[in-house]
């Protein structure tokens, strides 16, 4: 779909749903109430899968909050530091893909603590509950709203959120909700602009199940020929600065101790700083 008929597509749903207020609730959706605030006043760190992430010590997040994002699992010290949560995008893939995505949460549940809750997208759903993963601990996230037509953030997780253009969004959305007062970002590179559409462009691990099949082909040469790929960047953007500017009317700091990269439109902070060395 090209730009001007899918902005138009996203003015109609949100011109129906003109406050989030007054977007339906979903019961499944509902037990998410069980982390409002749950952590309200502590500091968590929200590590994300760029190559910088490889030159900061990880180990020194044992005792912190951790979550996690996609395809974290595949870092070697991910017993150390053992997240508390790890969300996964939602499924955006043709149904005809669906064994990667099978063979993508198996090695989640695998290498991930058996503590780790998971938040995935409703996408997901009938997936993860006919394959029984993360049995007890998997939760859903319904993702739609567009950060173009929203006055603020949306990441009620018993309501519709903004749709998650990057697994940061997700991230801070959960991070939000469960009323961290510091949220610490490490490893958000995003800088996949500058360095084109090589399969591992910017990704510690490399590639993973669903990143490296010919969907994803597909679906990046569309959005590089279309030159989506920088109205998506632009919106993901968006999205951020409407989360950065919820978190301050809470009081919430989200600092980004990312090393190098593109991500500043949160205030920087050396991560050695924020943890102290051994």
Request: net charge positive; charged share 25%; proline share 3%.
């Amino acid at each position: 779909m090209t730009i001007v008929p899918r902005l138009a597509m996203e003015a109609a749903v949100h011109t129906k749903w003109a406050s989030v207020n007054f977007m339906p609730r979903r019961r499944v959706l509902a037990a998410n109430e069980r982390f409002r605030n749950l952590h309200r006043g502590r500091r968590c760190f929200i590590l994300g899968s760029g190559k910088s992430i490889l030159d900061q010590d990880l180990k020194l997040l044992r005792g912190d909050i951790v979550i996690t994002q996609n395809n974290f699992h595949a870092h070697e010290d991910v017993g150390v530091f053992a997240p508390a949560y790890h969300c996964v995008v939602p499924m955006y893939q043709p149904p005809s893909y669906a064994s990667d995505w099978v063979s993508w949460f198996r090695a989640m549940e695998e290498r991930l603590p058996k503590t780790t809750q998971l938040f995935a997208g409703l996408t997901s759903r009938a997936l993860l509950e006919q394959q029984r993963f993360f049995e007890g601990r998997r939760h859903y996230m319904r993702a739609a709203l567009s950060s173009l037509y929203l006055r603020n953030a949306a990441y009620d997780l018993t309501r519709v959120v903004m749709e998650i253009g990057t697994a940061l969004t997700m991230c801070l959305e959960v991070a939000l909700f469960m009323g961290f007062s510091r949220i610490c970002l490490l490893g958000f590179d995003l800088s996949q602009l500058c360095e084109g559409r090589a399969r591992d462009w910017g990704r510690f691990y490399g590639t993973s199940p669903v990143t490296r099949n010919e969907a994803e082909r597909r679906f990046e040469d569309d959005y590089d020929w279309n030159g989506e790929n920088y109205y998506q960047f632009w919106k993901m953007w968006r999205g951020f600065v409407l989360l950065r500017t919820a978190a301050e009317k809470r009081d919430i700091k989200i600092i980004n101790a990312t090393r190098g990269g593109l991500l500043n439109c949160f205030h920087r902070e050396r991560y050695e700083d924020i943890v102290g060395t051994p």
